[in-house]
């Protein structure tokens, strides 16, 4: 009923200036004690989007003219334009309290006004414009909040799409990113604000970005006009205050506290590695990260590889810290897959050791006897991986699981290294023992790779593939499964059944 009556009223304020104290009434609605302000941050959406767009808030100023001396329509004007900043004062208020509903919607609101104001400015300009200064009003009260902004932080990735507001949002975040102590509140809502300003990948190659012009894509512009010229996107400026915001960050207690510690690794691995003029500056926090464990050594692993592959950085012992992460408690973390992918790609080389090897096939095989169905047949594809490679290592596979060869296994499980593990003394009895999974996947799996000699080399352990287009053919055309081979002719049974017996059917 109030949401009607708002829309009412904004209504005939857009539609006659007799009504104009109706928008001085609607603003004064933000004074309510109430914790829902989502029907008044729609008809202030409503209204001064429709009100920028007639440009009924852009001043003229005329020279050598007394302000006291300004026409009605000049003063309507200047009322107009404290009402707009007082209600956008009111919106960033509400952003803090109230239920989550309206806290979110007053952020869309800024947004849209935001964008609203880009595309009609409220003083004439000849280029293109953004309101950064709006947008740094926004950040200010999603970074100096008491308590985390996640929820609305994730509603803003929506807008962080644009390119626009990506350029212009990073520079922002420049200019007010630099505090001395902040709360660990502060931290975690800086890091995912910086998190999904990065969201949209920027360019690092420069120079073949227009190779292919009929495959580059559209950007998507936030504050786009037909009657102003395009915006110019500039990836160098992007990766510059990039490398600013994380510099900021650097200089901050990061890994003080395990949340903030997991974001900025996060953010680190996954958004800034390719930006960062000189990433080796991170090699002391990810090395130290490893120390941890858990999914923070998992995701320190990460920035190491990447440190490795691409930025020649060398790491004394780091086999034996990957292969001490292989664990029974790595099965209960989010980044269990993410470590089985980086252990594929570190024992991707041929020129490995195959004791190294070895102790890695033989301790993933013991995980997949305690893993689900599911990490079962991710470890079973791993060992696969490493077999094919070497192929002097299908000696280890087992043609039997007696209790005689289990009890007799030289293989130390407990040892942390993989040089002293005893695996290449072994057998992957373990492979063999999972035949008899009770998961049709996990057996299917472990019986092809015990499969494996040197003219059959299966690319994975998944299922082949006229096996699976036999399955899908199957339930595109047989939607229902006859479970009676004699037709019924009604509600009595047929002569012979069993059920007969034991019960009678009355009508």
Request: aromatic residues 8%.
């Amino acid at each position: 009923m109030i949401s009607a009556q708002l829309r009412n009223k904004a209504n005939e304020f857009l539609n006659s200036r007799k009504h104009a104290n109706n928008l001085a009434d609607i603003i004064q609605m933000f004074e309510a004690e109430s914790d829902s302000f989502t029907p008044v941050l729609l008809a202030i959406e409503v209204i001064f989007t429709e009100l920028l767009k007639r440009g009924d808030l852009v001043q003229e100023v005329v020279p050598l003219k007394p302000s006291d001396q300004q026409s009605p329509e000049a003063e309507y004007r200047k009322w107009l334009k404290e009402c707009y900043e007082a209600a956008l004062s009111r919106a960033l208020e509400c952003m803090k309290r109230g239920k989550t509903v309206s806290r979110l919607q007053a952020l869309v609101t800024l947004c849209k006004l935001m964008q609203a104001e880009g595309k009609y400015p409220l003083e004439s300009m000849n280029g293109y414009y953004f309101p950064s200064v709006r947008l740094k009003n926004i950040f200010n009260v999603l970074l100096d909040s008491e308590v985390p902004m996640s929820a609305q932080i994730m509603r803003f990735q929506e807008f962080t799409e644009y390119r626009d507001l990506q350029q212009f949002g990073l520079k922002v975040l420049t200019t007010i990113a630099y505090k001395k102590s902040p709360t660990h509140v502060y931290m975690q809502n800086y890091l995912e604000l910086l998190d999904k300003l990065l969201a949209c990948e920027i360019p690092t190659d420069i120079k073949n970005k227009n190779k292919n012009p009929d495959e580059e894509k559209e950007e998507k512009v936030l504050c786009a006009s037909e009657d102003k010229p395009p915006f110019q996107f500039n990836p160098i400026s992007c990766r510059r205050n990039a490398n600013r915001c994380w510099g900021f960050a650097c200089q901050w207690p990061l890994c003080e506290e395990s949340r903030t510690h997991r974001r900025a690794l996060m953010l680190l691995v996954e958004r800034l590695m390719p930006l960062l003029n000189k990433p080796h500056l991170a090699t002391d926090m990810l090395c130290d990260s490893l120390d941890v464990g858990g999914p923070i050594s998992m995701l320190g692993l990460q920035g190491v590889l990447e440190l490795v592959r691409h930025h020649n950085i060398s790491y004394p012992d780091i086999y034996d810290r990957l292969y001490a992460m292989f664990e029974p408690e790595m099965f209960a973390t989010r980044y269990k897959k993410r470590l089985i992918h980086l252990a594929d790609i570190f024992l991707s080389s041929t020129h490995l050791p195959e004791s190294l090897v070895a102790a890695f096939a033989k301790r993933i095989s013991r995980l997949a006897l305690v893993a689900s169905p599911e990490d079962a047949r991710e470890c079973l594809q791993l060992v696969a991986n490493l077999l094919l490679r070497h192929p002097a290592l299908k000696r280890m596979i087992c043609s039997e699981d007696s209790p005689a060869i289990m009890s007799n296994d030289p293989y130390v499980m407990e040892e942390t290294s993989a040089a002293r593990s005893r695996a290449l003394g072994s057998s992957l009895w373990e492979v063999r023992a999972l035949c008899r999974h009770w998961a049709g996947g996990v057996s299917g799996a472990a019986n092809r790779l015990l499969a494996f000699d040197s003219r059959d080399k299966p690319a994975s352990l998944a299922p082949p593939e006229h096996v699976e287009q036999f399955d899908a053919e199957l339930k595109k055309h047989f939607k229902t499964i006859e479970i009676n081979f004699i037709r019924p002719d009604g509600m009595c049974l047929t002569n012979g059944e069993r059920l007969m017996n034991y019960w009678e059917l009355t009508a």
